[in-house]
C-alpha cells in the first residue's frame, strides 16, 4: 500500500513539474537544491536540462518569475492557448487530487477497521458507524469542492474556446 502511494505522489510531482532548470543555492557548506531562485543570502548558479545536457551557470542575479494568475490580477494579457493550457493542467491537478482524496479514504477506512477488530466491536456498534460515516463524509466534501471546480473550469474553457482568436484575455 505504501509503495503505491508513493508512486502516486511521485507521478502526481512529475506532472506538476514541468521546469527544465533548478538552482543550486551556495551558503557556506551548505548545497540546497531548489525550483525558485535562491535567497539573497546564498550564491546560486543555475542547472538546465534540455535534450539531455546539463549545463550549470554561477548566475547569482535573481530571476523573476511571473505568476500567471498575478498577470491577470494586474490586468496583464494572457495569450488563449496559455490559459486553456493552464485550465487544462489545474483540472488534471484536481483530478489527481481526487484520486489521492479516494487512496486517503482507502486508509482510514482500514484505520478504522483495525481499531474496531482490536477493541472487539461489530460492524454494527453505534461508534464505528458515526466514525465511518463522519470519515466518508469528509472525504466526499473534499471529493464534491474539486469536482465543482473541474465542472466550472470545464465551462470556463468552453467559453474561452468559443470566443474569437483575436480577442486578447483579460481579467474581468
Known amino acids: 500500500m505504501a509503495r503505491v ?60 518569475t511571473l505568476d500567471p494568475l498575478q498577470a491577470l490580477l494586474n490586468k496583464k494579457t494572457i495569450s488563449k492557448e496559455r490559459l486553456l493550457q493552464l485550465l487544462d493542467s489545474e483540472v488534471y491537478r484536481l483530478r489527481q487530487e481526487n484520486s489521492y482524496y479516494e487512496i486517503l479514504r482507502a486508509s482510514e477506512l ?31 466534501n473534499l471529493i464534491a469542492n474539486n469536482t465543482k471546480v473541474i465542472n466550472l473550469l470545464g465551462d470556463h474553457k468552453q467559453q474561452i474556446e468559443q470566443e474569437s482568436p483575436s480577442i486578447q484575455l483579460i481579467s474581468r
Not at 47 to 62: A, H, N, P, V
Not at 117 to 136: A, V
Request: hydrophobic fraction near 30%; charged fraction near 35%.
Open 5 to 64: 502511494i508513493f508512486t502516486l505522489v511521485c507521478l502526481m510531482l512529475t506532472g506538476t513539474a514541468q521546469a527544465n532548470s533548478i538552482f543550486k543555492c551556495i551558503k557556506d557548506d551548505k548545497i540546497v537544491f531548489s525550483q525558485l531562485s535562491c535567497p539573497k543570502e546564498f550564491r546560486q548558479h543555475k542547472i538546465e536540462y534540455q535534450l539531455g545536457i546539463t549545463t550549470e551557470i554561477d548566475s547569482d542575479k535573481r530571476i523573476k
Open 110 to 140: 482500514q484505520k478504522l477497521e483495525r481499531n474496531r477488530y482490536w477493541q472487539k466491536k461489530e460492524t454494527d456498534d453505534p461508534e464505528y458507524i458515526e466514525s465511518l460515516k463522519e470519515m466518508n463524509q469528509h472525504f466526499d
